[in-house]
């Protein structure tokens, strides 16, 4: 199955974890729940910071 990336929806996706994608072309790593994507943000010491959806990110 190939996933697009759910801000630019590029095909720049690479599977970083079970359950868990990063796209080259953002930087930014997504995964689903239900068919939802949660977006991370990596941080500079590398955990994830997750970005609301409800900004003008969309
Ligand atoms: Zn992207």
Known sequence: MTY???V?????????GSDQYYCW???LE???THGV????ELAED????AI???SDFV
Not at 37 to 40: A, E, M, S
Not at 46 to 49: A, E, K
């Open 4 to 6: 697009r990336c759910p």
């Open 52 to 54: 609301e959806r409800n």
């Open 25 to 27: 072309n953002c930087f």
């Open 37 to 40: 994507p949660n977006l991370y």
């Open 46 to 49: 590398g955990s994830l910071i």
């Open 30 to 32: 997504f995964n689903y």
């Open 8 to 16: 630019c929806g590029g095909l720049q996706v690479g599977k970083v």
